[in-house]
C-alpha cells in the first residue's frame, strides 16, 4: 500500500523530523565499561533514515543496571563519546534524542537487584517507592537467574530530580536533539503513578495527583535544559513488571497525568499501547489491563504530538497517521534487524530479517558484538 503520510515531515518541538516512521530505544548492551563506541555509532548511523532516532537506555551512574555493557552519560569522556554519536546522525541526516532510563536503583526501582555487578560496586541497596516488590524477575548476568526483591523505600524522590536534572545537562552538551523520560514498563516513573508499587502517605502518593508528582517534576526540570524538546513514554495497559492497576483507576491516572504533562508543551507523548508480549502472567492471572490506549489518551493531547508504539506495523502506521489518530509511530524491534527499514518501507519491500535471537544481547561468551548488531542486510533496489 502507499506509504505517502508516513513520509511527510513532522514538526516536534524546535524540531522538525524528516519523516514520521521512528526508531524506538532497545538496549543493546555494546557499551564495553560503559563508554559509547564506533560501533554504536555504525549502528544508530546505518539507522539515520528514521525520522527520530532515540536511544537506548542510557545510565547516570554505575547503580543499578544488571547490563554490565549498556552506555553511560555520567563523565566528560560519555560526553564526548555520545556527541562523536550524535554529530554523525546529524550528518547522516536524522534527529536523535536521548532516552533516560537510567537504570540506577532509584530509577529502575524495585527492578534493579543486589547481586548486579554494578550495584556492588555501588554498595546501595534497590530502592522504590515503597517497599513492596515485584513479582517475577529473570537477571540473566547473575548467578542462578534470581527474581526481583523487595525493595528499601526511598526516602526522597527529589534526589530522582536532581540525577534527571544532571544527565539533561549532559545530554545537552553532547548534542542531543532532545529527551524522551522513560515512563513504561514498569520503572520508577511507572512505579510511582501505579497505586499496586506505590503506598507512600507523603506527598508523592496516595492520591492520582501525589502519584503523578514524579513524572511532572521530571519532566519541568528536563524542560529547565531542553526547553520544549522533552518527550515522554507511558504504557498505561501495563503488564510488563508486574504493572497494572484496576481499569477505571488506570484511565482516571493517565488521563490525569497526560492532561497536566501536555500543558507543559512536550515535543511527544509516545504511547505503548496493549502488547500480547508486555501482558506476563502472575499466579495464573494475565497482569496487563486490556485496554485502547490509542483510543482512551489521544484525544486528551492537544499541543504534542502522538507518537504510537508497540508491533505496529507500517501498513496500519500508515492508516493511522492519515485518518489523523496518531502523528507517528515507532518501531522498534524490526529496525534493529532492518537497518534500511524506511527505505524497504518507501520501495514496498518485505521486513524479512530473520533475528539473530543468540546474539541480539551480549552475554559471557559473546565475542564479536557487530554479530547480531549491525550485520542485518539491506534489501536489493
Do not use: C
Request: overall charge neutral; cysteine-free.
Amino acid at each position: 500500500m502507499s506509504s505517502k503520510a508516513l513520509f511527510n515531515p513532522i514538526q516536534m518541538g524546535d524540531v522538525t523530523a524528516k519523516n514520521r516512521i521512528h526508531m524506538a530505544a532497545l538496549t543493546r548492551n555494546r557499551a564495553e565499561g560503559t563508554y559509547p563506541t564506533e560501533l554504536i555509532k555504525e549502528h544508530y548511523v546505518q539507522r539515520a533514515s528514521a525520522g527520530l532516532i532515540v536511544t537506548e537506555a542510557i545510565l547516570v551512574t554505575r547503580l543499578g543496571t544488571e547490563w554490565p555493557h549498556a552506555p553511560g552519560l555520567w563523565d566528560e569522556k560519555h560526553v564526548e563519546g555520545w556527541k562523536s554519536i550524535v554529530d554523525a546522525v546529524h550528518e547522516a541526516g536524522s534527529i536523535i534524542y536521548a532516552q533516560f532510563f537510567m537504570k540506577q536503583p532509584h530509577l529502575v526501582g524495585r527492578v534493579a537487584h543486589p547481586e548486579a555487578e554494578q550495584q556492588k560496586i555501588a554498595g546501595e541497596p534497590v530502592y522504590g517507592p515503597s517497599a513492596i516488590g515485584a513479582r517475577g524477575g529473570k537477571f540473566r548476568a547473575i548467578p542462578g537467574q534470581p527474581g526481583y526483591v523487595t525493595p528499601t523505600e526511598i526516602d526522597d524522590p527529589w534526589k530522582i530530580v536532581e540525577l534527571f536534572k544532571r544527565a539533561a545537562i549532559n545530554a545537552k552538551k553532547a548534542g542531543f536533539d532532545g529527551v524522551e523520560l522513560h515512563g513504561a514498563n514498569g520503572y520508577i516513573i511507572h512505579q510511582f503513578l501505579d497505586s499496586t508499587s506505590n503506598k507512600r502517605t507523603d506527598k508523592w502518593g496516595g492520591s492520582i495527583e501525589n502519584r503523578a508528582r514524579l513524572a511532572l517534576e521530571l519532566i519541568k526540570v528536563s524542560k529547565e535544559v531542553f526547553g520544549r524538546n522533552v518527550a515522554i513514554k507511558l504504557s498505561p495497559a501495563g503488564g510488563y513488571n508486574d504493572m497494572g492497576m484496576p481499569l477505571q483507576e488506570t484511565l482516571d491516572t493517565y488521563s490525569y497525568l497526560i492532561t497536566e504533562a501536555d500543558k507543559l508543551d512536550l515535543a511527544y507523548f509516545a504511547l505503548v499501547r496493549y502488547a500480547l508480549v508486555f501482558d506476563v502472567e502472575y499466579d495464573g492471572v494475565h497482569r496487563a489491563i486490556k485496554h485502547d490506549v490509542l483510543a482512551s489518551y489521544g484525544p486528551l493531547i492537544k499541543k504534542a504530538k502522538v507518537i504510537i508504539n508497540a508491533g505496529v506495523t507500517p501498513e496500519e502506521g500508515e492508516a493511522l497517521v492519515s485518518s489523523g489518530k496518531a502523528d507517528a509511530i515507532s518501531i522498534g524491534f524490526n529496525f534493529i534487524t532492518h537497518p534500511d527499514l524506511v527505505k524497504r518501507v518507501e520501495h514496498g519491500k518485505p521486513l524479512d530479517n530473520i533475528p539473530d535471537i543468540p546474539h541480539l544481547q551480549t552475554n559471557k561468551t559473546s565475542g564479536d558484538w557487530r554479530t547480531g548488531y549491525n550485520d542485518y542486510p539491506t534489501a536489493k533496489y
